[in-house]
């Protein structure tokens, strides 16, 4: 089966610029993660859909951060404005019910 | 809350020897899993190996085996015949039953091996 496709691997911006990142899950996942990972750190869930609903998005700053799952299937994370400290990889992950979570190769953002 | 502590950042063993990566939790359930997962350099999370708590057993996947202590909240990973490509950061993890399967991760240990 294909596995968690991300889009882009590398992205580099200026801050105060914005940034969008792009998930597709495993087919027939429904449960569908954000984490961000600092270097050197575990990852931190952002925030947790199940199909097109959020469950979880305590730790997401929604005053910059946003993500949306549209028709349960992909998923985009955005940043506006970027500030230095969201240089980090940006992983997505997928799981069907309470199977592991399989994730994606990330985004390694960077912030100038 | 339940927390995971991985209290070596980094080990190293020499190729084809065998190392142990050490885990400990925090957590009043009873029922829970626990993960390791292996991140290469720049490359993909993966799953090494996983254990339900209600299983005595210790989970094994070929060179990969783990040593599960329920009572002491220990989850070491034991990796024999290290090879060059086992070289990642390892990260521990625990899950709870009916958590919306949230992952609580531990901070990692690097892993080196030496040719």
């Known amino acids: 089966e294909a596995g968690v496709a991300q889009s882009p691997r590398y992205k580099i911006i200026e801050k105060r610029q914005s940034v969008a990142f792009w998930c597709n899950p495993i087919?027939?996942?429904?449960?569908l993660y954000w984490y961000q990972q600092i270097l050197g750190q575990g990852p931190k869930l952002l925030i947790q859909?199940?199909?097109?609903?959020?469950?979880?998005d305590s730790q997401l700053p929604k005053d910059r951060f946003s993500a949306e799952r549209l028709k349960g299937v992909d998923s985009t994370l955005k940043i506006q404005p970027a500030k230095l400290e969201d240089s980090a990889v940006y992983l997505c992950?997928?799981?069907?019910?309470?199977?592991?979570?399989?994730f994606g190769d990330g985004t390694r953002l960077s912030i100038l | 809350a339940q927390t995971v502590t991985q209290s070596q950042p980094e080990m190293s063993v020499q190729e084809a020897e065998t190392v142990t990566l050490s885990c400990t939790y925090d957590?009043?359930?009873?029922?829970?899993?626990l993960f390791w997962y292996k991140q290469p350099p720049s490359r993909q999370m993966i799953l090494v190996i996983r254990?339900?708590?209600?299983k005595q057993q210790n989970a094994t996947e070929n060179r990969f085996s783990v040593n599960f202590q329920k009572a002491a909240k220990s989850f070491s990973l034991k990796i024999s015949d290290s090879q060059l490509g086992d070289a990642a950061m390892y990260f521990c993890?625990?899950?709870?039953?009916?958590?919306?399967?949230?992952?609580?991760w531990g901070a990692g240990t690097k892993l080196i091996i030496k040719p």
């Open positions: 859909f199940q199909n097109n609903g959020v469950v979880d």
């Open positions: 993890a625990y899950r709870s039953e009916g958590s919306n399967y949230q992952l609580i």
């Open positions: 957590t009043s359930e009873s029922d829970y899993y």
């Open positions: 254990q339900e708590a209600y």
């Open positions: 087919s027939g996942h429904a449960t």
């Open positions: 992950a997928s799981s069907s019910g309470n199977q592991p979570q399989h």
